[in-house]
């Protein structure tokens, strides 16, 4: 009896790269240098160039102590942890006073996103369409697409600072089928925020087209040092312009937990019975995606926002991380204007948050990989947070002979 050839179940599928910031840090690890430098993946560095966990963050533990308790949390996530967070974006606002807000703890940023997609799927709300800036966040693209939605760009950066007019165009082509998704605050890879007038100017386009706005809030608090500030888009929206929205939040930045995965999905809505069906909806798209979240991380933030006193060091945690960042976006141009460095560099210190968009070439940062041993995004955006006092002017003068030989 002869033998039966059998084809793999396999043999069409395609080879997928890997994703270009976690190959990033693959190869930073591999190289031995030791003046190597690591600016690609956003994770926050102290003075030494070490992780940081956040004084705040130790308190919690502490007050958590031995906690030997490995239940499943319900659906929805720790109560206590959505409450609190909640409580930060949206406290004294009509909306929670109203009872008008949904919620779902998620994994980080990038699940709460996912619930968020999900449930407008499920809601039968019509949208197809999601707008995403021009350039963003990679995951966003992936995510959104991958979720059935057709994916379109709005322009976003020009000349080292954001494009208003192009952006607000583009935005007013779209119409009630449309979400689309804002950066809350310190733009991922831009660092460039719109000014108040100008979110005034984008709301009243989205209520004028019956746009559906979806906040992407990973760093509130950490960008400026104080989460009100940072949230000021958000509640405007919200609170004073009326909007629904999705918000969603992730405790990896502002509180460095970042393999902890500890997020949350919001919904603003008109009423609480829409609030009510939106959070069944949420939970169903929860349970049949991961079931239930994780728990350790949404006991620490929990404690951590849920404490007086651990709420307070909180406060102080986030000017320490945007501060430092600050110090090292001006140490930089300082060193880089006394080099002499060819073009602009004042984009440098106006930008915010974690992310520096330098505007080199892809060539020029292929060369800096190459001789410096210096690892960053192809796009150009760097992590201001890879950057301490013992390898800013190496990195200065590594950039600055790109840009001169490159």
Excluded at 185 to 193: Q, V
Excluded at 324 to 348: C, N, V, Y
Excluded at 368 to 395: C, P, Q, W
Aim: aromatic share 10%; proline share 4%; charged share 20%.
């Amino acid at each position: 009896m002869g033998s039966v050839s059998q084809v793999s179940v396999f043999e069409k599928a395609a080879f997928v790269p890997p994703d270009s910031i976690f190959d990033v840090t693959r190869r930073y690890i591999a190289d031995t240098n030791p003046n190597k430098v690591n600016l690609g993946q956003g994770t926050y560095r102290d003075e030494n160039g070490q992780p940081w966990v956040l004084p705040s963050v130790r308190m919690a533990k502490e007050k958590l102590g031995n906690d030997g308790n490995h239940e499943y949390l319900p659906i929805a996530g720790l109560k206590a942890f959505r409450e609190e967070a909640v409580k930060l974006v949206f406290c004294g606002t009509k909306a929670l006073r109203e009872e008008r807000i949904a919620s779902c703890q998620a994994l980080s940023g990038t699940g709460a996103l996912l619930l968020a997609g999900l449930a407008l799927k499920q809601a039968n709300t019509g949208i197809s369409s999601v707008y995403i800036t021009d350039p963003t966040w990679s995951n966003h693209d992936l995510l959104f697409s991958r979720l059935g939605f057709e994916v379109r760009k709005l322009p976003y950066y020009k000349a080292g600072s954001f494009d208003f007019e192009s952006f607000v165009s583009t935005l007013k082509t779209a119409n009630s089928s449309s979400a689309v998704v804002l950066h809350a605050c310190a733009h991922n890879p831009t660092g460039c925020d719109p000014t108040k007038d100008q979110w005034r100017e984008i709301a009243a386009v989205i209520q004028e087209r019956g746009i559906f706005p979806i906040f992407d809030s990973a760093y509130l608090g950490f960008n400026s040092g104080n989460v009100d500030k940072d949230a000021w888009a958000i509640r405007y929206f919200t609170e004073d312009f009326g909007l629904e929205a999705s918000v969603c939040l992730s405790f990896a930045k502002n509180m460095g937990l970042y393999g902890e995965r500890t997020g949350l999905v919001t919904y603003i809505t008109k009423t609480s019975q829409t609030a009510r069906t939106m959070d069944s909806i949420l939970e169903n798209c929860q349970r049949a995606t991961v079931s239930n979240p994780p728990a350790y991380g949404a006991k620490i933030a929990a404690a951590v926002l849920g404490t007086p006193e651990i709420a307070e060091q909180w406060v102080k945690d986030l000017i320490t991380m945007s501060s430092r960042i600050r110090s090292m976006r001006q140490k930089l141009f300082d060193e880089l204007t006394r080099l002499k460095a060819p073009g602009d560099w004042s984009h440098i210190v106006q930008q915010s948050g974690m992310f520096g968009y330098t505007g080199i070439t892809p060539a020029q940062v292929a060369y800096l990989e190459e001789k410096h041993h210096v690892y960053m995004a192809s796009t150009s955006r760097i992590s201001i947070a890879g950057l301490h006092d013992s390898n800013v002017r190496y990195f200065a003068r590594a950039l600055d002979d790109a840009v001169r030989t490159a």
